[in-house]
């Protein structure tokens, strides 16, 4: 799905449902999910290294 558009109007119909379905808790959980899911999902495209968001200093051999 490369279409900015269409990406949009997706996003757009899931906070509609959550805010319908799950007023101002399901918009949070659905928030919380997604900044979630978009950090693992950058990490695995190699835009994001969550180990040294965690601190993951263990590895590497420094220090």
Do not use: C, E, Q
Request: hydrophobic residues 50%; proline residues 2%; aromatic residues 10%.
């Amino acid at each position: 799905m490369n279409n900015y558009t269409a990406i949009g109007l997706t996003v757009g119909i899931a906070l509609a449902f959550a805010v319908i379905l799950g007023g101002l808790p399901g918009f949070l959980w659905l928030l919380l999910f997604t900044v979630i899911g978009g950090l693992i999902g950058a990490h695995f495209d190699g835009r994001l290294d969550l180990g040294s968001i965690i601190g993951g200093t263990g590895r590497g051999g420094k220090g």
